[in-house]
């Protein structure tokens, strides 16, 4: 069973940065997909972005540009960079972890993770 552990949300102004991170209970954590979703009440559950066990990394257009996804294998750990936040970027943002991954693949759907986080709330202030 792998945990997955989101941090690094809060509150911030508008223009600011954030920058999440998922921490994950296995080492293999390395040779999994990684994405970021976001969801706010009464939507479903966006990709934000994504990166694959070979790190490739996709990003969403709504955050390309402005959002960096990386990988620390030292540290068991993926994070997302958010710079220049939006209050439409205000969501929870869960972490998500494919195990079976093929290296340079890229999974844009839900389904296709089998581990979550609990997620972490940003909150945008305009």
């Known amino acids: 069973q792998v945990q997955l552990v989101e941090s690094g949300g809060g509150l911030v102004q508008a223009g600011g940065s954030l920058r999440l991170s998922c921490a994950a209970s296995?080492?293999?954590?390395?040779?999994?997909?990684v994405a970021w979703f976001r969801q706010v009440p009464g939507k479903e559950r966006e990709l934000v972005a994504t990166i694959s066990r070979g790190n490739t990394p996709y990003y969403d257009p709504s955050v390309k540009g402005r959002s960096t996804i990386s990988r620390d294998k030292a540290k068991n750990m993926v994070s997302l960079q958010l710079n220049s936040l939006k209050p439409e970027d205000t969501a929870v943002y869960y972490c998500?972890?494919?195990?079976?991954?093929?290296?340079?693949?890229?999974?844009?759907?839900?389904?296709?993770?089998?581990?979550w986080g609990q997620g972490t709330q940003v909150t945008v202030s305009s």
């Open positions: 296995e080492r293999s954590f390395s040779n999994y997909a």
């Open positions: 998500a972890a494919r195990t079976n991954s093929n290296i340079y693949q890229v999974y844009y759907l839900l389904r296709e993770y089998n581990y």
